[in-house]
Nanobody, 131 residues
Framework: QVQLVESGGGLVQAGDSLRLSCAASGRSFSDYAMGWFRQAPGKERQFVAAFSWGGGSKYYADSAKGRFTISRDNANNTVYLQMNSLKPTDTAVYYC????????????????????????WGQGTQVTVSS
């Protein structure tokens, strides 16, 4: 049974930074790609960032590039999302997710962007950015 637990959300002002954490258990963490998604009120859940299982590749949504950084600590089974220069449009519930397939070979990087590629999800952590 996979369990993902996010933390680190909160209320901040525009321009501030936050670091989200996601602690994983239940599967061999280093063998799975990890991702972050977010869902704003009234909107669909959208991709934010992902980190391949081998640790060599990172992927970002256009809205996150240059401001957000995904990282992972395989020794502690944790994935992070460092968010800088936050904007009110970043307000959302942020979800951590683990991708399907142990040591899965990925031919198309765009597959990381689709939530159907992930089969384990955390409960989410709220991030609110005030103007």
């Amino acid at each position: 049974q996979v369990q993902l637990v996010e933390s680190g959300g909160g209320l901040v002002q525009a321009g501030d930074s936050l670091r989200l954490s996601c602690a994983a258990s239940g599967r061999s963490f280093s063998d799975y790609a990890m991702g972050w998604f977010r869902q704003a009120p009234g909107k669909e859940r959208q991709f934010v960032a992902a980190f391949s299982w081998g640790g060599g590749s990172k992927y970002y949504a256009d809205s996150a590039k240059g401001r957000f950084t995904i990282s992972r600590d395989n020794a502690n089974n944790t994935v992070y999302l460092q968010m800088n220069s936050l904007k009110p449009t970043d307000t959302a519930v942020y979800y951590c997710a683990q991708r399907k397939g142990r040591r899965r070979v990925t031919y198309y990087s765009s597959s990381y962007y689709h939530q159907d590629e992930y089969d384990a999800w955390g409960q989410g952590t709220q991030v609110t950015v005030s103007s």
